[in-house]
């Protein structure tokens, strides 16, 4: 666009310049370019210009239809975005009933093993604060805590006072002989 503008500008001031010295430079010297020259030339330039502007044109076009194609394939992701989201949505709902029959089912299943006759072996507890069981039956410490306190989040009590012989990841086996405190909440 600059070159185009630079050629009109060009034109006019050589028209302007070749009207008012044609006379003055045909008389004097053939100094200045013909008038048929300078028409043909901006002619030439005028029709390079066109080209030009037809190339940029079409790259216009092209990178038009470029464009478009990027917008659909972005509509095309976010739809499916979309779709994934409502999927997850499903599936996150599935996670939380599941989950709340499978806490359902935790509870009864502890019901029952702490309904089973005598499942760990009890120590005498008369000089201690504390007692001793073995662990049997392929107990956990929820299990335990639900039998000695009523309520398997007391688990903690029993990981705290066996810190040396509990992981991190309050796992348990048979045969260990864990302390059990002897607090308010505590049932024989």
Not at 65 to 74: A, M, Q, T, Y
């Amino acid at each position: 666009m600059k070159l185009f503008i630079f050629l009109l500008c060009l034109l006019n001031f050589l028209s302007a310049e070749t009207n008012s010295s044609m006379k003055k430079s045909c008389e004097d010297s053939q100094e200045l370019v013909p008038k048929k020259y300078v028409e043909n030339e901006f002619k030439t330039i005028l029709y390079k210009v066109k080209i030009y502007k037809k190339e940029k044109d079409t790259e216009i076009i092209a990178l038009r239809k470029k464009l478009n194609s990027k917008e659909e394939k972005i509509k095309e992701l976010h739809r499916q975005l979309t779709l994934v989201k409502e999927q997850l949505r499903e599936k996150k709902k599935m996670i939380v009933s599941l989950n709340e029959k499978l806490n359902e089912n935790i509870v009864s299943s502890t019901e029952e093993i702490v309904d089973e006759e005598e499942v760990v072996d009890i120590e005498d507890k008369s000089s201690h604060d504390w007692i001793k069981v073995t662990v049997e039956n392929n107990l956990n410490i929820y299990d335990l805590a639900l039998k000695y306190y009523g309520d398997s989040q007391e688990y903690e009590k029993i990981y705290i006072a066996n810190k040396n012989i509990i992981g991190q990841d309050y796992q348990i086996e048979n045969g260990m002989i864990l302390k059990i405190p002897i607090t308010e909440n505590f049932i024989e």
